[in-house]
């Protein structure tokens, strides 16, 4: 990779240690990746939940925290995603001693290199939306598919390491969704039917990153019977990136670069065209259905609820009490709108629990379940749904209104649930 | 017959182990359990199988962005496997890979995981001017 004078200087270590590492790693991954050069970022996004850290991953973080202040602060901005665990309810949700230690200790090495602990996978609802043509080094799956193709900004996966690199360093490799020429379709989806629920958003993001199988894939949507809001967005985006590894969609007539489709239309080929309707979209959420007629909780988490979804939420709950565990996960930034506004206490006198800061996945979700004997679950979130088998849960994809209905009436889902 | 596969890139060590071959995604949070080094997602085509020093030969990655520190979090618990080989790899494995100084190779002319039969002997040269898996 071609470095600047600066760049240079990082890696001989005239930044100090930390940015020398940084700036190797860097380059390690940018040539695995074909990077010619480094392009600037204005923010970073970093994902440091201690259950993906572990250990090792908190104790190389705290080491890095000894060293003097100049050293080890980030250059732009450094956010972070979801931690691994709301410190008011830990207790309730069964987390061990240890769990809430580790996670202490990563909070306190990241606030020691500077890093910002907004503790949330919706910034871009609530800190500082990105904008057209942004270079950004952003984590979370969510954050990124949003963040490329509803505002048009241009960031890559940044796993944590790389986030936290890219905030030490202020750049980032100049490779995937940073190039223009990445950024075409490579596969069109023809809808006949247009979800209305955020549940069958999610699904049809099932079904889109299931098509596309791979990070290099930009599908791009036509025949959307109206503009999608942020919530649709969100859970479509983050749907599609957690079922295909994919960073980037546009709609046609929608997203800013797709507002003209040949703008994104590869010149001289041909694209493949899938056909998606309601049945496919059916079918998905009956697959996960199947042979289940109870649940032993439901959670509302992956993306954060905005503050429109915890509005929803304490609607479908008033007058209503619950007899399994509700859990409503939502962001350190909505929160205390929820409690200002009463949401919270509508949610909680009704039986369910509002979590801030934390993400039902990232919170040592396989502990959770054996502490507090939970296998079924019940969501209105694809993503969630997608990643919890792997946990050991069998979960289900309802809509919000059939999980608060299953949350009331003992776990069981109506005729209508079961598909 | 041919028993030598070259990648596009690679990084880490030269490897040598068996090899557990499927055509499936890798995530380290979807699909494992890291504390007993198996294949947790019921889906998954490797459920229930035991990666723990083994080459692991599959499609493409998959997932959130977890697998970057996981691999790093796996390598100091010695639950790992031995190597990554992708079809397709995607840049939160390349970190992950990179945190982590695990070797991964990627980028075939043909689906690696037809011509890899599971269960073979490999070995891989990450730091080769080709990048190669080879059937030992």
């Known amino acids: 990779m071609k470095l600047t004078d600066e760049e240079a200087a990082m890696r001989a270590g005239e930044f100090g240690p930390l940015r020398q590492w940084a700036i190797e790693h860097q380059i390690s991954v940018g040539s695995y990746l074909g990077a010619g050069d480094f392009v600037p970022v204005t923010q970073a996004h970093l994902m440091a939940d201690t259950e993906s850290l572990g250990r090792a991953g908190v104790e190389w973080l705290e080491g890095w925290a000894k060293l003097p202040q100049p050293h080890r602060q980030v250059r732009v901005p450094t956010i ?4 691994g665990t709301d410190f008011a309810h830990a207790q309730r949700l069964k987390q061990q001693p240890w769990m809430v230690d580790l996670e202490r200790r990563a909070i306190a090495a ?3 290199l500077g890093v910002l602990m907004t503790d949330t996978c919706i910034n871009y609802q609530t800190i500082n939306p990105p904008v057209r043509g942004e270079h950004l080094a952003y984590g979370d799956t969510g954050v990124v598919i949003y963040s490329n193709s509803v505002c048009g900004a241009r960031s890559n996966f940044e796993g944590g390491p790389s986030a936290l690199s890219a905030g030490l360093t202020g750049r980032t490799p100049r490779y995937g969704y940073h190039l223009d020429v990445h950024r075409q379709a490579t596969f069109l989806v023809e809808l006949s039917w247009t979800p209305r629920a955020l549940n069958e958003w999610g699904a049809l993001g099932g079904i889109v990153g299931r098509l596309a199988g791979d990070y290099s894939q930009v599908p791009t949507l036509l025949g959307l019977e109206r503009v999608p809001g942020p919530d649709e967005m969100k859970h479509f985006g983050a749907a599609l990136a957690s079922f295909g590894s994919v960073a980037l969609f546009h709609i046609a007539g929608i997203t800013p670069e797709a507002t003209r489709l ?4 590869p010149a001289g080929r041909d694209l493949r065209t899938h056909q998606i309707g309601e049945a496919d979209i059916r079918a998905l959420q009956a697959q996960y259905a199947k042979d289940v007629g109870e649940v032993d909780l439901v959670v509302f988490s992956a993306p954060q609820l905005s503050l429109l979804e915890m509005q929803m939420l304490a609607g479908l709950l008033d007058g209503r009490s619950t007899t399994i565990p509700l859990l409503a996960v939502t962001s ?3 929160k ?9 206490a509508r949610i909680e006198s009704a039986g369910g629990t509002v979590l801030s800061g934390m993400c039902f996945y990232q919170s040592y979700a396989r502990e959770m379940a054996e ?5 079924r679950l019940a969501s209105n979130s694809a993503k969630l749904v997608n990643i919890l088998g792997g946990y050991g849960y069998r979960p289900v994809l309802l809509s919000m209104e059939e999980c608060v209905a299953a949350a009331c009436a003992g776990g069981r889902l109506s005729a209508g649930a079961r598909g | 017959m041919t028993s030598i596969f070259y990648a596009r890139s690679g990084m880490g060590r030269k490897v040598r182990a068996q090899a557990l071959v499927a055509s499936d995604g890798f995530s380290a949070r979807y699909d494992l359990d890291r504390i007993r080094g198996v294949f947790s997602r019921p889906e998954h085509k490797l459920a229930g199988e035991s990666y723990r020093g083994r080459v692991l030969v599959l499609d493409a990655a998959k997932g959130g962005v977890a697998t ?13 496997p031995a190597a990554l080989v992708l079809n397709r790899a995607n840049p939160i494995m390349v970190q992950g890979a990179a945190l982590a100084e695990f070797t991964m190779i990627s980028g075939f002319d043909l689906d690696i995981t ?3 039969a599971n269960g073979a002997e490999v070995e891989i040269d990450p730091q080769a001017e080709r990048p190669f898996i080879r059937v030992v």
Do not use: F, S
């Open chain 1, 80 to 83: 972070t995603d979801p931690r």
């Open chain 1, 110 to 112: 990241l606030e020691a």
């Open chain 1, 262 to 265: 040949d703008d994104i239309m």
């Open chain 1, 332 to 334: 350190p930034q909505v």
């Open chain 1, 336 to 344: 205390p709108d929820c409690d200002r506004l009463g949401l919270t």
């Open chain 1, 371 to 375: 502490a507090n004997g939970w296998r």
């Open chain 2, 68 to 80: 970057a520190w996981m691999l790093h979090e796996m390598k100091a618990r010695g639950v790992m």
């Open chain 2, 114 to 116: 037809k011509a890899i």
